[in-house]
């Protein structure tokens, strides 16, 4: 049995249909804390796990016969630079208390660090796999010590925990939760309903984007991999396409010619420009096969399509 936890965030909300696609519907206990789960979600088991409270993770684990978990529970970017202390804890203790428990009843998890890993001294063009890291966000902060963590874990408890370096992710499903990267979803609402969209970012700021369907395949393929052929096991950097707000623009306007977007940075460009431009993903390649099916031309189409559908129900 699989738990997912955060199954109510930006990636649980499609992850959770997926693994229920391949492993039965049953098998896939959706768990969220404080937003409630709808939608695709109730269409399997729900459990309300506090990942901050230990017991509460172990008590899912013995109910369900649980022998895997994917650890997305986290205060992202934008978020955690609001509320450090409990980003801190939410992120760390949360990761800690879910190797601990993978520790003791042997379950393999799958748990994600970012591109807020990489800091301002980071190269940040093609920013290679094995680089200086020096995040200057709490959350950047969790998801690199997260690594050092996992992969202490991985050494020491033989705990087979995997996860890749995501970049920006869009999502047709979900709203991300406080990221520095929600622009890029925000946008094709505020350009579907005619409004004009105010951008928080520069026009020109490159950041590594994926669409969701490529960010789940990745945590699949990752988990299906063969281990022995891991030499990293966590922090496994995994692109797709770099864009700047500039580019999405023109693109969407391809689609909707008078979309209009005007430019007002704020606490995020600061993040953001601390972040890589495109990332060097040739090992995750190497090692498990790892290769994106979408381009940034059809992303915007199916993300313009499917948003269609959902703001105009038939
Ligand atoms: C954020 N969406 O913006 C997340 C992600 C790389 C960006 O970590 O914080």
């Given at each position: ?18 693994l ?19 939608g695709?979600?109730?269409d ?5 796990v ?6 509460s ?46 520790r ?106 994926m ?22 096991l ?51 390649r ?25 703001l105009?129900?038939?």
């Open positions: 049995k699989i738990l997912v936890l955060g199954a109510t965030g930006q990636i649980g909300a499609e992850l959770v249909p997926e229920r696609k391949i492993h039965g519907r049953d098998n896939v206990i959706a768990c969220y804390h404080s937003k409630q789960p709808s695709a979600l109730l399997g088991p729900v459990e309300r506090d990942v901050l409270d230990i017991k993770i172990e008590g899912a684990i013995k109910k369900y016969d649980v022998d895997e978990i994917y650890h997305l529970s986290a205060i992202l970017s934008a978020a955690g630079e609001r509320n450090p202390q409990l980003a801190w804890r939410t992120n760390m203790d949360g990761l800690y208390n879910v190797l601990e428990l993978a003791e009843y042997k379950l393999r998890v799958f748990w994600p660090s970012s591109i807020a890993a990489f800091g301002p001294s980071t190269p940040r063009d093609n920013t290679p796999q094995v680089t200086v890291m020096d995040p200057r966000t709490i959350y950047g902060i969790s998801k690199y010590a997260g690594e050092l963590l996992a992969r202490y874990y991985a050494e020491k408890f033989d705990v087979d925990v995997r996860g890749v370096r995501y970049p920006g992710i869009i999502s047709s499903e979900a709203m991300p939760g406080g990221g520095t990267t929600d622009y890029a979803v925000e946008i094709f609402y505020y350009a579907l309903e005619g409004k004009k969209y105010t951008c928080y970012l520069r026009e020109d700021t490159m950041l590594p984007m669409y969701m369907p490529d960010a789940i395949k990745a945590a699949i393929q990752l988990m299906n991999a063969e281990r022995s052929k891991l030499t990293i966590v922090g496994y950097n995994v692109a797709a396409f770099s864009f700047t707000p500039g580019q999405i623009a023109e693109e969407i306007r391809k689609h909707l010619p008078n979309f209009e977007v005007e430019y007002k940075p704020d606490f995020r460009q600061k993040i953001a420009d601390s972040w890589p431009r495109s990332l060097d993903d040739s090992l995750a190497m090692e498990w096969g790892w290769k994106p099916d979408w381009t940034f031309e059809a992303m915007v189409k199916d993300m313009l399509e499917r948003l269609s559908r959902k105009r129900p038939a």
